[in-house]
């Protein structure tokens, strides 16, 4: 009996050792990946923004067609992440709080833009809303121009980040069920007290990460929005068409100083994103004790 007892506690202590030294390489290999696909990326776009020093740097994120590419950014970004802040937060309380003939089908419309290129949306609504597109006569009747103008470019931009809140809100709320609001409605409270007192506090932290990554796919769009924009330098270019274009002209210097400023945007979102995702684990942790 001895014999077979320190056979298994040799058996167990070599399995130990192969499971430490498994879960030891599983880890180097993650880190190794991570440096090579992330970290040296950053490092080759920081090295050559800083190439000729802190004055180009400068020079190149004070030039007015960048100033121009950040305004232009920040106000598709100002307008599209609230417009699509509202329809998840509508389309989330629709499909988790009522039942409706149709209900599958909007939850199979609101992940299509993960399923089509983004070029490809570009596209449509230049098909659309091109001086040669469905609309387009009315349009040019009307004086309204949208396709190389800001409607274009923020309507791609809500086209390519739809899903994001929805997406975040649907399973939370689906999961939260509607008995506080129930309890709510029994109470004498409205539509508007329910969602204020008692909708919101529950999913706030999904809300607020739903928006963080919405506002980050719409900082680094490129595809829909180069199609709809027409390129044209200090009016319709956002910063990742502005990095584009000064790469294209082999100031690469110029383009990587501009990349970094995306970067600084990215890691702010980053940081965000990370806090709020704890917010909400920390949120669903608690509700699954209760």
């Known amino acids: 009996m001895s014999s077979i ?34 970290l040296l990326p950053l490092y080759v776009v ?3 923004a ?13 030039e007015p067609d960048a100033i121009s590419a950040l305004e232009l950014t920040l106000l598709a970004v100002g307008i599209s992440v609230p417009l699509n802040l509202v329809f998840g937060l509508a389309a989330a309380w629709c499909v988790s709080k009522y039942e409706f003939p149709g209900k599958s089908l909007l939850v199979t419309l609101i992940d ?13 609504y230049v098909l659309l809303f091109g001086a040669q597109g469905l609309f387009g006569d009315w ?13 274009g470019i923020v309507l791609a931009t809500i086209f390519v980040t739809l899903p994001f809140v929805a997406r975040e809100l649907i399973p939370l709320m689906q999961e939260q069920g509607t008995q506080e609001e129930e309890a709510a409605r029994l109470l004498g409270a409205n539509g508007w007290q ?11 932290w999904g809300l607020i990460y739903g928006v963080v990554l919405c506002t980050a796919r719409a900082l680094g769009e490129f595809g829909a929005v180069s199609v709809v924009s027409g390129h044209i330098r200090g009016f319709t270019n956002t910063l990742p068409l502005h990095v584009e274009i000064l790469y294209n002209e082999y100031n690469h210097v110029a383009a990587f100083s501009v ?14 994103k990370q806090w709020s ?5 920390r949120l669903k942790s608690d509700a699954a004790e209760e």
């Open 5 to 38: 007892t320190l056979n298994a506690a040799a058996s167990a202590n070599a399995a130990r050792r192969g499971n430490v030294l498994g879960r030891r390489l599983l880890i180097a290999a993650a880190w190794l990946v991570f440096a090579v696909f992330l």
């Open 112 to 124: 299509l833009p993960f399923s089509v290129s983004p070029v490809i949306a570009g596209l449509i």
């Open 139 to 151: 349009l040019s009747e009307h004086d309204i121009q949208i396709i190389f103008a800001l409607p």
């Open 194 to 204: 329910m969602f204020w007192h008692v909708t919101l506090p529950n999913i706030k």
């Open 46 to 48: 920081l090295s050559e």
């Open 259 to 272: 990349a970094s400023l995306l970067l600084v945007l990215a890691l702010i979102i980053l940081l965000l």
């Open 277 to 281: 995702e704890a917010r909400l684990s």
């Open 50 to 62: 800083l190439k000729l020093g802190f004055g180009t740097f400068f020079d190149a994120l004070l």
